[in-house]
């Protein structure tokens, strides 16, 4: 189920949950219907609405911060391909397979992942890779695989003199740093919002519309008004679950930083 189906889920719970609870009123008793009762129940419902309202909240600035962050490290991982060919261009011919096997991995890491988006063009891109990604993010065995036979070819480089030496071991040293990047963005692709978690705060907020339907004057108005609850409620957690999906959904991370670093790669 994806993030707009989990919305849209929520939001008719909540209002079966208002429309139970307005059905059912008028067959409370009176004792049930008391101003007392009435008064306890807006006050419970005051405070499970406000406890709501935090959780609500404090999710939506941990998924934007984890969106940001995600963002950032794309940013990161492009400057570490563009730094890591610039390196395989200085060192000299020795490495031209390599930075040729580099774009290769570019163009697939933008097809993998940004699936609904038009793939880069050029000759380059391998037509043997899948058409959708094997895993989550930009990892794939066929990604993996290519970084490893740029590494093993990196490693077995036989410098030639003191300069290349270094520009071997400059190269070494930002592959090690592109790697991490990449492993990094790998895990901070997977949702972090725990299943047990939502299903605890569908049940809370289902509560509160069910509460909200016993205190509800039964009248167009009330239920239009318990209807944009439902849907800004349901929007809310809309937002959450897409940015909770960087990779994916409505709002996915751009691309343009990877295209960026394979346009010069591919100079």
């Excluded at 309202?53 to 490290?73: I, N, P, Q, R």
């Excluded at 890779?129 to 695989?145: C, H």
């Excluded at 108005?221 to 959904?249: K, N, Q």
Aim: aromatic letters at 8%; proline letters at 5%; charged letters at 20%.
């Amino acid at each position: 189920m994806n993030e707009l189906e989990s919305s849209l889920l929520l939001f008719a719970i909540l209002m079966a949950c208002a429309g139970a609870a307005v059905l059912i009123r008028p067959l409370l008793s009176e004792r049930h219907r008391s101003r007392e009762t009435i008064e306890l129940l807006q006050l419970v419902v005051t405070m499970m609405v406000t406890f709501a309202a935090l959780v609500l909240g404090l999710l939506t600035s941990s998924a934007k911060s984890s969106f940001d962050t995600v963002e950032a490290d794309i940013r990161g991982f492009a400057v570490e391909l563009i730094e890591f060919n610039r390196c395989l261009r200085e060192y000299g011919p020795d490495t031209g397979s390599d930075r040729a096997l580099l774009r290769v991995y570019t163009a697939a890491a933008i097809a993998t992942t940004w699936t609904d988006e038009i793939p880069p063009s050029g000759d380059f891109y391998p037509k043997m890779l899948p058409k959708k990604p094997l895993n989550s993010g930009i990892e794939s065995t066929d990604l993996t695989r290519m970084l490893a036979q740029i590494e093993f070819s990196l490693r077995r480089l036989d410098p030639p003199d003191t300069v290349h030496r270094s520009l071997a071991a400059d190269c070494v040293s930002t592959f090690d740093r592109l790697s991490q990047q990449r492993w990094k963005l790998i895990e901070e692709a997977h949702p972090s919002i725990a299943n047990p978690f939502y299903i605890v705060l569908v049940f809370w907020l289902g509560v509160v519309f069910l509460s909200f339907g016993l205190t509800a004057p039964r009248n167009a108005l009330s239920l239009t008004i318990l209807a944009l609850g439902a849907v800004s409620i349901a929007s809310v957690v809309f937002v959450i679950l897409e940015l909770d999906s960087p990779f994916g959904g409505y709002l996915a991370v751009s691309s343009e930083p990877l295209r960026d670093a394979l346009a010069h790669i591919s100079e």
